[in-house]
């Protein structure tokens, strides 16, 4: 029984050290729009519209056209559970629904951060996220409030 018991609490050690571990890893995102785009601040709730295609434009009324990362990569990840409360397997549900009824088509992909970047920096209307570390002057983060 203490042999249980101790492989047990070893166990136990090893997932807590991989749970740390990878929050350690873990990336920091920042929402961005190009640096000549006039919105500076948006709420959450409108963040997730936009990328769940509930709405197409800012709230001033300029087009809003949301980028994505390539789904399974944890910044897209933790993008969505932190944005619009979504794990993977519910943002897969959910795109599901919306093509298969036809309200609504998921956001063009970009292959990883700098690519998400380049395509926001050349289109005012565009929006995505990005690990901070690829930040650049062409994009202005979002500051997003709750």
């Known amino acids: 029984m203490t042999r249980f018991l101790l492989r047990c609490g070893v166990l136990s ?9 990878g929050l350690a890893t873990a990336a920091d995102f920042v929402i961005v729009v190009s640096a000549k785009s006039p919105v500076a601040t ?18 001033g009324g300029d087009e ?17 559970s932190k944005v619009a409360a979504r794990s993977p397997a519910l943002m897969k549900a ?17 292959a990883n951060s700098a690519a998400v970047r380049r395509l926001v920096a050349e289109n005012p209307a565009v929006i ?6 690829a930040l650049d002057p062409s994009v202005k983060v979002v500051q997003v409030t709750p």
């Open 94 to 110: 959910y795109w599901t629904k919306m093509v298969f009824t036809g309200r609504g088509q998921p956001p063009r992909e970009a």
């Open 128 to 133: 995505g996220y990005i690990d901070r570390a």
């Open 64 to 80: 809003a056209v949301p980028v994505d990362l390539p789904v399974g990569t944890p910044l897209r990840d933790e993008f969505y």
């Open 13 to 21: 050690c090893l997932w807590a050290g991989l749970l740390v571990g």
């Open 42 to 59: 948006l709420k959450a709730e409108q963040v997730a519209a936009i990328f769940l295609a509930q709405t197409g434009r800012y709230p």
